[in-house]
């Protein structure tokens, strides 16, 4: 039998004449042909079988909610908490900067008021030999 069918009318006999449909499930029959038996408990166990995989998905759908939110609040707790915490944590940064701020500040001053009385000490001593006017002739 060739393998190219096109146009030639014996080949495409013989190729149809392998070709066979499968026999129609009885859920499938016609509504002119009577009563099926098998489609009907075919048809029933299918209903069945949808109605029952709807109300398990729905229950899952509904578990996977109830923790989504559940969840959810616990989530916005915690990030509660941390937002505290970092608030908490930021005031006592501050303070704590506003302390060695406050510290240095009384240092500069110190040092400040340190260097202001240190020249006019060594002034006095380098100035009183020269005030004296005593000097050794040679």
């Given at each position: 039998m060739p393998d190219y069918?096109?146009?030639d009318p014996e080949a495409m006999a013989a190729y149809s004449g392998k070709l066979k449909a499968p026999a129609l499930p009885g859920s499938l029959a016609r509504p002119g042909s009577g009563l099926n038996?098998?489609?009907?408990f075919e048809g029933i166990a299918m209903t069945?079988?949808?109605k029952a995989a709807t109300a398990e998905m729905t229950?899952?759908?509904?578990k996977i909610t109830e923790d989504l939110?559940?969840?959810?609040v616990k989530?916005?707790?915690?990030a509660a908490g941390y937002t505290a915490a970092d608030a908490a944590s930021a005031l006592k940064l501050a303070a704590s900067s506003f302390k060695v701020a406050e510290k240095g500040l009384s240092l500069l001053k110190q040092a400040s008021s340190s260097i202001?009385?240190?020249p006019q000490s060594q002034n006095a001593s380098t100035e009183t030999p020269a005030a004296d006017g005593s000097q050794a002739s040679v």
């Open positions: 069918v096109d146009g038996v098998t489609g009907l069945l079988l949808d229950a899952f759908l509904a939110a559940t969840d959810s989530v916005k707790a915690i202001s009385q240190a």
